[in-house]
């Protein structure tokens, strides 16, 4: 215990408290000066900050002294253990050997995917290309609905409202598109009849919205409508839907850049996956694994 406090004063030496009550890290030593001492092991400045970086500290983020003490604690710990077990000769014990080596195999997988990711960083020509040629995905639309519910709806039933079957819902939603055909107005009967209740009383209005935020089969009917368009009723989970859309938009390119660029990335990085997958040779006893799907795994999963 001794030995670990004088070490955290060693350390503690390092940085300085700013005004704020944040530590920053203030270089006091040369980076090959041994800041750490663990029994036989020694550490050095620059090996300890990457250490830092390894227990989840981000190279320049400010550390409280509270903080640093337990990153240190964890390091002593980690390494005093460690050369305990190899003073036991638990190193040469066959099942420690090849668990520290698949540990060692799964860091070494997390650094190469680190640095795939930081290669495959698309250009900006070919991430404006992205928006440029797939603005139906950025597209945005303000639309009102009007919902009639059916028995078996996720939506609670509202009072002195009928719980309909499914055939007499998609008939009331038909009476209303008429009404609505016959010059009545939109959002005076989603007051009267939506049985959406969080829309029902601002006329059906829900606020613009892109895609991914609604179910399919609502998305997929709201976004093929021109403005001022009214859709026939359309069935989800929730009932039926009558869609009226007031304006369609596009996203800002600003807005959505770093969106694209990360699948872009992420489909730069598939392929990768797939090629080393593809070179390297992978033999199965197909006895022992007789029940295994014929898949390949997830990148994903690697390193994890």
Request: hydrophobic share 35%.
């Amino acid at each position: 215990m001794k030995r670990a406090k004088a070490v955290g004063i060693l350390l503690l030496g390092l940085f300085s408290t700013s005004t704020s009550g944040q530590d920053l890290p203030v270089q006091t030593v040369a980076d090959s000066a041994i800041v750490l001492s663990i029994g036989d092991e020694s550490v050095t400045r620059s090996e300890f900050e990457q250490l830092m970086k390894t227990l989840g500290v981000p190279t320049g983020q400010a550390v409280t002294p509270e903080r640093l003490r337990t990153l240190v604690d964890r390091i002593v710990q980690v390494k005093a253990f460690a050369q305990e077990a190899k003073r036991k000769s638990l190193d040469t014990d066959p099942v420690s050997r090849l668990e520290v080596q698949f540990r060692m195999q799964q860091v070494l997988a997390d650094v190469e995917l680190a640095d795939l990711v930081l290669s495959l960083s698309p250009t900006e020509e070919a991430i404006y290309r992205y928006y440029s040629q797939h603005q139906e995905e950025f597209t945005t639309i303000e639309a009102s609905h009007i919902l009639v519910r059916f028995g078996g709806s996720i939506l609670p039933l509202l009072p002195n409202r009928s719980d309909l079957t499914s055939e007499d819902a998609l008939a009331h939603a038909k009476s209303i598109r008429r009404r609505l055909a016959e010059g009545d107005e939109f959002a005076k009967i989603a007051r009267e009849e939506s049985d959406d209740s969080s829309t029902s009383s601002i006329g059906g209005q829900l606020g613009t919205f892109g895609h991914g935020r609604l179910s399919a089969e609502f998305e997929q009917g709201a976004f093929s409508l021109a403005v001022g368009e009214i859709s026939d009723p359309i069935r989800s989970q929730y009932g039926y839907h009558i869609i009226q859309v007031k304006r369609r938009g596009l996203r800002p390119f600003q807005e959505v850049r770093t969106q694209i660029e990360t699948q872009l990335r992420r489909q730069a990085l598939g392929v990768c996956h797939s090629e080393v997958m593809e070179r390297t040779k992978v033999v199965m006893d197909k006895t022992y694994f007789r029940d295994l799907p014929n898949r390949v795994p997830s990148i994903c999963g690697i390193g994890r």
